[in-house]
């Protein structure tokens, strides 16, 4: 940089400084500080940064988040009364209460941004960055106004300028303008300029200064890059190379957004009823442990009745096995009641729709139901499930389910909106390839006066207000032309293409294999489905031969035909017999709801619609025109998602099949059993 000492005078040398000073100023301002401002020690520098902060928002509190009694416990189990649910309710109440699709593994703590809520897809539409309403402000009208004011004091080498070569004047200049891009990449614009202008020139008509004004119109239509309407309902009419945000990738974002959403509450409603079988096992379970438990304290007491008496039978060693007995099926019953906060029945839990753990806990199940259904973690009642598996045996189609999973399953239509986007931004991004030629007009009407606009100047001479020249027509001016603009080899456009088939490759082979890999599922639920039904009936003919042995043991006991350690596995395999039994009948129940999770009704059958908001009505006409140009009797709104298709034929095996179980086993005819009792011991 070259330096300028100062001179003799005070005034250079006054100068001089100011800018030392300035120059000091801007380069200091530009020097990266590499000496850290800490000047304590390290121990001080961790405890600064490890300080814990807490931010002061405000976020609604809900009364049944705390609740005012303590929770159950073994110790406290007094005066208990009931809620007897059933699934349709447990499912309506879920619905009800939830905005947020809570699930069994704790995501809405651990990682909540992955979370499905209720307005998932609200958020996605409204986001002014990619949503519906974001690309279609492309397309909206810009009003744009400059106003300026410019002062002007020189010495030019030009003495005919200004007064004998120094120049004084001021402009003052107002610029509007209104422009318009149609869908079709046609971009209007409508102009008004006006400005006064005085200076000193000695050749000025107008000393005091004169106006200017005029109003243009231009036209510019693209004709190879960045025309046609696909091209820009696709990319938007800012988009770029590999930037594309137009209105029909905006609009896939929502649809993907809802299909994540419908993919959420099916999940959602499929861990409530798991929820439901699960805590109905646990009630099951709990009145087979109660009843092994009352069974062996009466033995223990008949042993010990015979032992106080010194008669045969009441031997110290048979009365501590009746006694171990006992105190086993009291554990079992406590840890059946209580349970252990194991992880229960939940999706993507061994398969898709989850399968059945059949981990005991009355307590810990209710409350895992509970919270599914948003209710409380404890209130005055406890749920009891009133609703019974089903003994009939259903049976599918495999066609009619394998086509429906492949047509209902909102994974593959999420993916399948994936494919459509990749394919609409293959098609803008080939259309990067093309040079920019757009064809430009304009036409321009200009007035000249003393004044801009002067009121009743009729009978003035010409040039008395600009308006008033402007709306002769004197002063026209028009352009056209051709413009071109293009990169020497296209080659951010060539990338953006070989990009673009990629990704579209890409999704096309993501969607293959999880076309494969969900027929594969729905493969695995179908022999589920058939195992869980055929084991059912078995375990159920287990339980009723355990139940005939322990009489017939307890008799020969009695006649003192078998020795004691007959009758205490006798109870043993009875207590197991029957845990296995209600265990088998909620593993069908939970198989037939996953063989409609795999194919995608599951919603249905439960009667579960999903609804969209109304749109503006023009975009319900714009569906109706194109509805009627396809020839389609009945046009459907582009925001209707009613999931509301027929489900898949279900067929009751006819009794004669024998339930699947080979001829000549002994199947006895299933009777519902009793509402459980009370779960306490």
Known sequence: MASFPPSNCPRDRLRFAALCAVLALVCGGCVTRTKSAFTGTATDLTVTQLKVEYPDVTAPFNDETVPTLPPRTLRNLQSLNYWDLTLEEAVRTALENSRVLRDLGGAVVRAPENVSSAFDPAIQETDPRFGIDAALAEFDAQLRNVFGSERTDRRLNNRVLGNLGALEGQKDQLDTQI???????????????????????????????????FYEAEARQPLLQGAGLAFNRIAGPSGSVGAFNGVLIARIRSDVSLADFEI???DFVSNVENAYWDLYFAYRDLDAKTRARDSALETWQRIQALSQTGRRGGEADKEAQAREQYFRFEADVQDSLAGRPLDGTRTNNGSRGGTFRGLPGVLVNERRLRLLMNVGAHGDRLIRPSEEPSWAGVAFEWQTAATEALTRRGELRRQRWQVKRRELELMAARNYLLPQLDLVGRQRFRGFGDDLLRPNSDGRPRFDNAFADLTTGDFQEWQVGVEMTMPIGFRQAHAGVRNAELRLVRERFVLDAQEREIVNDLSLAFSELDRAHVVMHTNYNRWVAARQQLAAVETAFQDDRVEFIAVLDAQRRYAEAESQQYRSRVEYAVALKNVHFEKGTLLDNLGIVTTEGPWPDKAYDDAARRAAAQGADRPIPPSALILTAPQGPEVQLPPDTNGGVPVGEVVPTPTPLPPPEAGAP
């Open 179 to 213: 422009s318009k891009r149609t869908a079709a990449g046609s971009q209007f614009s409508i102009r008004q300029h006006l400005d006064f202008d005085r200076d000193n020139n000695l050749a000025n008509e107008f000393p005091g200064g004169a106006s200017n004004v």
């Open 264 to 266: 959420g509450l099916r």
